[in-house]
């Protein structure tokens, strides 16, 4: 399981990457797309939504089921990844690089408390 | 200390990294890892899948007056049947309403096959007991038999390396014995993929080695085994209806859009028949129709399916198709609205995606029987 060592993790398998201005970057991990399998089909939050940490941004669905995505940190959707609305399984092919949304932060504090890869690690060991 | 019952390929399924889940009282494989959904699904249409359906119960009807006594438990013409054919029916309540559906064998003039859905296999051997004339000729033989189903493009080749024999090359709903290192199976022409290819009855302890010898000399065939999951969107693709979803207590076979396999009019009727007739002379309440959504989404079951911002009806079953890859669902709607070309749509989690009704199958299998 591929788990890079510059993200930061949560519970529900969503990574998040400091773009150090202020914004992240925010996807769904390897472990994620192989519990979830062929990914179909990805809805956003559209740009300029307000989210809070652990509030839905989304949902991902595959052939077999639908899963939601809960936001990392709290802020603003910046951009949100239109390239996955013709090429979902992009997402299955390279999970770290099939972006979702870029959320301009309030604050950096929930970042640091997010897992670190060691943690995330451990957690999907579990 | 778990309640679920194993088949006797539960080892095997692990050795390939099954995704073991809970069906119907069964611990069962819902794909498996390094493949998944959408590649067994492809492999079955593109070369050919293997299935394990050992959860499936199969019931004995045996005796002087067995053809006189199945034909008046199930929907279809059994007497239409000569040794070694089958028949898809319906197995119904004296209120028309579906207790099970079922495939019928006929092995002899008075022994005929019964294999029913896993989850139903307890209800229906209680209601063939209930209804029957002689029930003591009826007999549960779920823990007997064992079924691997081998389905796609490549299923004749793959069979005739293991288990040559009759069955291969002919049309379907046949089913004939065939020979496996000394010991009989039972091969028949029938599957719920669409797709050409063999539902094999074993006795449990040969499984496992009709299995690993499937696999083995299958690998140059593109052989894949094949979980749950996959096998669900097969026969979604084909508008195939799953007890449960398409059909049940509170509904017949007619809504179902089965009514082929129904024949009322056979000589000496079926236990549900006239009820069915006047079901039908009355009109039916609501009608199974095929759904494919214009808007992007999936559609799943039990979502509401609206109709100018009003709920009209349910999804029984609804994915995203491997084969056509795009959504597709089967639902109920009332009659009026059933029609080809009728503008719908579907409440996905609070959205309305816009659906228009479409005929099923949704798609073209990769392979067919000899006609």
């Known amino acids: ?126 | 200390m778990s309640l679920l019952q194993r088949t006797p390929l539960y080892e095997a399924h692990l050795k390939l990294g099954g995704q073991m889940v809970a069906y119907a009282g069964w611990e069962m494989p819902v794909q498996y890892a390094g493949k998944g959904l959408v590649v067994e699904h492809e492999a079955t249409r593109a070369t050919v899948g293997l299935f394990d359906v050992s959860h499936m119960g199969e019931i004995l009807v045996e005796g002087p007056g067995a053809l006189e006594e199945v034909n008046r438990l199930v929907s279809n013409d059994v007497s239409k049947l000569e040794d070694g054919d089958a028949c898809y029916n319906v197995l119904c309540h004296e209120n028309g309403n579906a207790v099970d559906d079922l495939y019928v064998y006929r092995l002899g003039p008075e022994r005929f096959f019964l294999v029913v859905n896993a989850a139903n296999t307890d209800k229906d051997f209680a209601h063939l007991q209930r209804m029957a004339r002689q029930p003591e000729r009826i007999t549960n033989r779920s823990k007997d038999f064992a079924q691997i189903a081998v389905q796609g493009p490549n299923a004749s080749a793959l069979l005739a390396r293991v288990s040559p024999g009759e069955a291969i090359g002919l049309p379907r709903n046949k089913i004939r014995v065939h020979d496996f290192h000394g010991a009989n199976l039972l091969v028949a022409t029938t599957g719920y993929t669409g797709e050409a290819g063999f539902e094999i009855y074993c006795p449990p302890e040969l499984a496992e080695p009709l299995w690993s010898q499937l696999l083995d000399a299958g690998q140059d065939l593109g052989v894949t085994p094949v979980g749950l999951g996959a096998r669900d969107t097969l026969r979604l693709e084909m508008g195939f209806p799953l007890y449960g979803h398409e059909m049940d207590d509170q509904t017949s076979g007619y809504e179902a859009r089965v009514g082929w396999a129904i024949k009322p009019k056979k000589a000496g009727g079926f236990i549900g028949g006239e009820a069915l007739l006047r079901l039908q002379a009355a009109g039916l309440p609501k009608k199974l129709v095929g759904l494919e959504l214009l808007d992007r989404g999936v559609p799943r079951a039990d979502y509401p399916v609206l109709h100018d911002g009003v709920a009209v009806g349910k999804v029984t079953s609804g994915t995203h198709s491997p084969t056509a890859k795009k959504p597709i669902a089967l639902a109920f709607v009332p009659p009026h609205l059933s029609a080809l070309g009728t503008e719908l749509a579907i409440d996905v989690r609070g959205q309305a995606k816009r659906a228009v009704v479409v005929a099923f199958p949704f798609v073209t299998p990769g392979s067919s029987f000899p006609q």
């Not at chain 1, 090429?87 to 301009?104: E, F, K, L």
Request: charged share 20%.
């Open chain 1, 1 to 126: 399981m591929n788990i890079p060592a510059n993200l930061r993790y949560t519970n529900d398998h969503e990574w998040a990457q400091d773009n150090g201005d202020g914004s992240y970057t925010v996807g769904v991990t390897d472990f994620a797309q192989d519990s979830l399998g062929g990914i179909v089909y990805v809805e956003l939050a559209a740009e300029g939504t307000r989210v809070s940490a652990g509030q839905r941004f989304g949902t991902v669905e595959s052939t077999k089921s639908v899963s939601e995505l809960y936001a990392p940190i709290s802020g603003v959707i910046a951009a949100r990844n239109t390239d996955l609305d013709a090429a979902p399984d992009t997402v299955n092919s390279d999970p770290y690089g099939a972006w979702m949304v870029r959320i301009a932060a309030e604050s950096s504090g929930e970042f640091e408390a997010l897992m670190d890869a060691s943690a995330y690690a451990a957690h999907t060991a579990g």
